[in-house]
C-alpha cells in the first residue's frame, strides 16, 4: 500500500531537515577539532620561540659569572639552559627538515626560512657559534695562548646578533598565529552562516509544511464530513480504490461510466493574490456546490489541490455532459453575484467517458483534461468534452 503524498512529503521534509541538520553537527565537529589543534600548535611555537630568547640571556648571563667567579652552580646552569635551546630549536626545525627528507614542501613559512637560514640573519648558523662558544667557555676557560675568553665578546654575541635575529623570529611566529586567528575567525563567520541559513531553509520547510498540511486538513475536512446526501465523499486514496472497482464492474458488465473533471478557473492567482485562507474558502465553497448538485449514486473525490473529479456509474458521455451543464448553470446561477473576498467564482468542466483499453482512472481524467486544455482561450465556466 503506497503512502498519501501529504505523509511522504512530511517524511521527505523530516529527512532532508535531518539530514542537513547531521551535516552540520559533523562540519561543526570537524571545523572545531581543527581549530583546537591549530590552535594548539600555534601557541606551543610561540611560546617555545618566545622561551629561546630567555634561555639565550640565560645561558650567556650565567656563562659569564662563571668566567668572572668559577661557581660551578653558574656553569650547570648555563650548561642546563643552553641545553634546553638547543632541544627547543630542534623542535622548532624538525618538521621542516622531515619533509624536505620525504621530498615534500617545508610546512614553514618562507619568512621563517628567510630568518633560519639566510645569510643575514642565519639563525641556525648563530645558535650553532653561540652554542660552541658556551661550551668553549664553559669547558676550556683558557684559551691555546693561555688568555681568558672574554666575557664581553660572549655577551656581544649574546645580545646583538643572536637576540635580534631570535626577536625576528618570534614577531613571525606571533605574526602567523594572527594570520591562523583570521582564518579561524573566518571559517567561524562561515560556520555560523552556515547555521544561520540551514536553520532559515528549514523553518522555511516547515511553514511551507505547515500551510500544505493545513491545506490538505480543510478538503480532507469536507471530502469526509458526514452530508444530508447519500454522495460518497472520499479522500484521495479511498477515491482511488472506489473507481478501481466501478472500472472492473463496468467493464465486467459492459456499462458506461463516465467522468466529470472540474477545474477551478485562475485559482493559482487566486492562491498568489489572496493567499492561502482565501483558497481554502474557495475550495470549500466549491466542493458544497458540488456535493448540492451532483447524483446520489455519484462518487466525489479530490485528485489535485484545486481538482475535482465526479464518477458517474452507469453514464454515457452524453448524459454525462448534461449534467455536466445542470453544473455549470447552477455555478452561474448561485455563485456568480457572490464574491468571496471580491472573487468570484467559476469552474470548467472537462468530460469523458470509459473506453475499452481504460484500466485506471488518471486514463480517463487525463482525456477530461485535455479536452479543457485544447479549449483553455475560450475562458472560465466551459463545458468541454473528451
Not at 151 to 160: I, Q
Request: a neutral charge.
Amino acid at each position: 500500500m503506497t503512502q498519501p503524498s501529504s505523509v511522504r512529503g512530511t517524511m521527505l521534509s523530516s529527512m532532508l531537515y535531518l539530514l542537513l541538520g547531521g551535516l552540520l553537527a559533523i562540519s561543526v565537529h570537524l571545523t572545531l577539532d581543527k581549530v583546537i589543534q591549530a590552535q594548539a600548535k600555534v601557541a606551543h611555537e610561540v611560546n617555545v620561540s618566545g622561551q629561546q630568547r630567555m634561555l639565550l640571556q640565560r645561558a650567556s648571563l650565567f656563562a659569564t659569572a662563571y668566567l668572572y667567579s668559577g661557581d660551578i652552580a653558574a656553569k650547570q646552569t648555563s650548561l642546563q639552559a643552553l641545553g634546553e635551546m638547543q632541544a627547543n630549536h630542534q623542535h622548532l626545525l624538525n618538521p621542516h627538515y622531515n619533509a624536505l627528507k620525504e621530498g615534500h614542501t617545508s610546512p614553514m613559512s618562507f619568512d621563517l626560512q628567510q630568518l633560519y637560514f639566510t645569510a643575514e640573519n642565519n639563525v641556525n648558523e648563530q645558535l650553532k657559534a653561540f652554542s660552541e662558544q658556551i661550551y668553549h667557555a664553559l669547558n676550556l676557560q683558557e684559551q691555546k695562548n693561555g688568555a681568558k675568553l672574554d666575557a664581553k665578546v660572549l655577551m656581544e654575541m649574546a645580545y646583538t646578533p643572536l637576540l635580534n635575529s631570535l626577536n625576528g623570529v618570534v614577531r613571525q611566529y606571533e605574526s602567523q598565529d594572527s594570520e591562523r586567528m583570521a582564518t579561524l575567525r573566518l571559517v567561524q563567520m562561515v560556520v555560523f552562516w552556515l547555521i544561520v541559513v540551514i536553520l532559515f531553509v528549514g523553518l522555511l520547510l516547515i511553514l511551507l509544511n505547515a500551510k500544505k498540511q493545513h491545506q490538505k486538513t480543510v478538503i480532507s475536512r469536507i471530502l469526509n464530513r458526514p452530508s444530508d446526501q447519500s454522495n460518497s465523499m472520499f479522500s484521495h486514496f479511498a477515491f482511488e480504490l472506489s473507481a478501481t472497482k466501478l472500472i472492473a464492474t463496468a467493464h465486467r458488465h459492459n456499462e458506461s461510466m463516465s467522468v466529470l473533471a472540474f477545474d477551478i478557473d485562475r485559482f493559482p492567482r487566486i492562491l498568489a493574490n489572496h493567499g492561502q485562507d482565501v483558497a481554502d474558502k474557495v475550495l470549500t465553497r466549491v466542493a458544497d456546490t458540488l456535493l448540492s448538485t451532483c447524483r446520489e449514486s455519484d462518487y466525489l473525490g479530490r485528485v489535485a489541490d484545486e481538482k475535482f473529479v465526479l464518477l458517474l456509474p452507469r453514464t454515457s458521455a452524453e448524459q454525462a455532459l448534461c449534467l455536466a451543464n445542470k453544473i455549470r448553470l447552477h455555478f452561474q446561477q448561485e455563485l456568480a453575484n457572490t464574491h468571496l473576498n471580491e472573487i468570484s467564482l467559476s469552474v470548467s468542466i472537462g468530460v469523458s467517458e470509459l473506453a475499452g483499453e481504460d484500466s485506471i482512472l488518471q486514463h480517463i481524467i487525463s482525456r477530461a483534461e485535455q479536452a479543457l486544455g485544447r479549449e483553455k482561450n475560450e475562458g472560465g465556466g466551459r463545458v468541454c468534452l473528451a
